[in-house]
């Protein structure tokens, strides 16, 4: 590949970065991420993904795999939120990882017995997609749940939850199963880095 080859790609880069900066400022602009607004976005990356830029295409992956089933859901809704902040450089940041003490897991962890229990993912996960995360525990020989229930055995809570998850849609989760396990209840609360530990994946 010559100079020119390169630079030229490096413009073409350059400039779908900062296009993907001003719709991701556009899109958070009213502090959420409607169906519409996520579709016009998956098609933006779908349109701009020959270019082999790795932001773009994580991206396009990402809100491809929210919108497989043709559904955004609140929970998705709020993660993209998140990423399009991250990217925009407003508000949360992507990568701004909670501290293991700010979050009410149990301590010590517990041992994680996958054999038939039941396990429900909160928050953005360093290991993968929801889906992906799913497909882990069934390949592991635990039972994926769909909610928070007296019969949840673990909630595992995403390495990309931060401080402020008592403020977000996943919190909700994460204070019913508090709830739960305040009164007597034996669920585990969990951070991913634990579950990817114990299961050594």
């Known amino acids: 590949m010559d100079i020119f080859t390169r630079y030229n790609r490096k413009n073409i880069q350059d ?4 296009t993907l900066i001003g719709l991701s ?3 958070t602009a009213d502090s959420k991420v409607d169906q519409a607004e996520a579709e016009f976005l ?28 043709g559904f955004l859901d609140g929970e998705e809704s709020t993660e993209l939120l998140s990423i399009l902040h991250s990217i925009s450089g407003e508000k949360t ?9 700010s979050l009410p897991v149990c301590t010590p962890p517990p041992k994680i017995i996958f054999d038939n229990k039941t396990f429900l993912f909160t928050g953005t996960c360093v290991f993968g997609t929801r889906k992906q995360c799913q497909e882990a525990i069934e390949s592991l020989g635990g039972i994926n749940a769909k909610s928070v229930s007296k019969v949840l055995d673990y909630l595992v809570i995403g390495t990309y939850v931060t401080d402020s998850w008592a403020h977000e849609t996943y919190g909700r989760k994460i204070e019913k199963a508090m709830e739960f396990r305040d009164s007597g209840v034996p669920i585990s609360i969990i951070t991913e880095e634990h579950w990817l ?5």
């Open 15 to 18: 400039r779908q970065i900062d």
């Open 25 to 27: 400022k556009g899109i």
């Open 42 to 69: 998956l098609t933006w990356l779908a349109q701009n993904s020959q270019s082999k830029n790795p932001v773009i295409l994580n991206l396009f992956k990402k809100v491809g795999d929210m919108l497989e089933d």
């Open 93 to 101: 940041e992507f990568d701004e990882v909670a501290k293991p003490s």
């Open 197 to 201: 530990n114990e299961s050594q994946l």
